[in-house]
């Protein structure tokens, strides 16, 4: 779901990227050809105003979108939780004695969440001076909720009411040289244990 509006957000960057000095191009043309009273030369002058506006305005367009996509994803996880209330999740390793088990198997499942533009603009100031990062530790909230939900939808398709020794492991993506300090594109999270049923 994230990842399809950000994909689209980045095509919308580049076109505007792109459209901005074709269209000064083409405004300097019309002014020199046909002056600046011509029908051409007054298009052009209003696409420039208007893809200026749209260049300056995309991030925080964008931005919202993250935002609403955000808490769509929060309030979505929210009752999926809700659903899975009576699994029991657990990351000990050594089971209590009055449990008796018969069949075990292994889940594991993994997702990878993305934050929106402005968020990883404000990211990367933030990095400048330090501190803590709101918008990173939602994104990490997101994508450890998320991938927990999946090993415990799979458990369940097993007939599994209990995951035990439960481990996630965090993988930054990043969405250019790894040296560059960049916050990266989204991150991956891991989350594995061992599934069964006690009666």
Not at 6 to 12: N, Q, V, W
Not at 75 to 104: G, H, Q, Y
Not at 128 to 134: A, D, E, K, P, V
């Amino acid at each position: 779901m994230n990842s399809n509006v950000e994909k689209i957000a980045f095509a919308s960057t580049w076109v505007l990227a792109l459209g901005y000095p074709v269209l000064a191009g083409l405004m300097l043309v019309a002014l020199g050809l046909f002056g600046s009273g011509s029908t051409l030369a007054r298009a052009c002058i209003v696409l420039f105003v208007l893809n200026l506006f749209a260049t300056l305005l995309a991030p925080f367009i964008y931005s919202l979108f993250g935002i609403w996509i955000e808490r769509i994803h929060f309030r979505a996880l929210d009752r999926e939780e809700r659903e899975f209330s009576d699994m029991i999740v657990s990351d000990m390793k050594t089971l209590p004695p009055n449990w008796r088990v018969s069949e075990t198997f292994f889940v594991c499942e993994n997702v990878v969440v993305s934050n929106d533009y402005l968020k990883r603009l404000f990211w990367n100031f933030r990095s400048l001076f330090g501190g803590r990062s709101n918008s990173f530790t939602r994104l990490l909230e997101r994508a450890r909720r998320e991938a927990t939900l999946r090993m415990m939808r799979k458990a369940q398709g097993f007939g599994a009411n209990v995951v035990w020794n439960v481990r996630l492991e965090t993988t930054v993506i990043q969405s250019g040289d790894a040296h560059s300090g960049r916050m990266g594109a989204g991150v991956e999270v891991l989350a594995y244990g061992t599934a069964f049923r006690v009666e």
